[in-house]
């Protein structure tokens, strides 16, 4: 009797184990689709069909640093060297990952000229990253609240590249897609993570892992996908894209087409996409036959008058 016990414990406990990894999704391949589009394959799509989504999902690139020393005037300062410079509207994370304790959350703005940011998630209590400045165009000043000896530095700085939509590419794919605002450079790291995603049934999906690592491609093309499907777009809130906001893009579409023939041309998909109705050129259809017709009568009537 007590080996049925076990057995049906171990049964049980196999069971809840096999039901609690079950909801789990995967994400599979992450693929740039242009230089502001992103896509990524899900082992499942259960619950992330049409319906409304809420979510949270960051894109951040992993930016290259080539150096760290403190400062030998005060040692709450440690001075970082970086490989490119900041760009202005960027949000920025940097996190101390030896040496020191401590990061900070900020962001930029239209300019880069004496910039200098204040954490605001800092307490007394703890070290921490208490400020930094931007002292030349690639040299960043990191203040800390209290004495750093830590001797050798090193650090992670990671720009977020925000994301101004989700939507599927179809039902039966397991593909989502994200518009980005910012542009993805190729021949850089990136990294993928999933904070928070709902499903149209309430319940948030779990994934094995939130965040995923990827780099962009050698070459990237440069253009934005206009084929939308407004029945699976979904804003940043999770709510479908409002009717004015599509009679905009519409309108925007139309005259477009309407004053470069060039363009027309060069993409017939889109303009037939975006225009709802054919200009209306009927009026002067009808003056030129009828001028033809006359044209051509009186011509007629004057050779009959020769002959």
Sequence with gaps: MKNIYKIVSVVLGILLFQNAFAASISVGS???????????????????????LEWEIKVLQDKTLDDAEASLDDLR??????????????????????????????????????????????????????????????????????????????????????????????????RLQLELTQKIETQEDYILMIISLVGEDGEEIEFENGIYDFTSPEIIEDTEEWSVDEDLLLTTSGEELGEESLDSWEENTELNAAGDDTGLMKDTGTVALGASSTPDTGAETWVLILATLLINTFYYFSRRKVA
Aim: net charge negative; aromatic share 8%; glycine share 6%.
């Design 30 to 52: 992450i693929d740039v689709v242009n230089t502001k589009t992103i896509s990524f394959s899900l082992s499942d799509k259960d619950g992330i069909a049409e319906g409304k």
């Design 77 to 174: 300062v440690v001075t970082i060297s970086m490989e490119e410079n900041l760009h202005t509207n960027t949000k920025y994370s940097l996190l101390t990952l030896l040496g020191a304790e401590g990061s900070i959350d900020f962001e930029t703005g239209d300019s880069l000229e004496d910039f200098s940011a204040i954490n605001e998630d800092i307490f007394s209590d703890e070290e921490n990253i208490e400020s930094i400045a931007l002292v030349w165009e690639n040299i960043l000043e990191v203040h800390y609240n209290r004495e750093v000896v830590g001797g050798t530095y090193e650090y992670k700085l990671l720009s977020e590249l925000e994301v101004k939509s989700i939507k599927n590419i179809s039902s039966e794919d397991t």
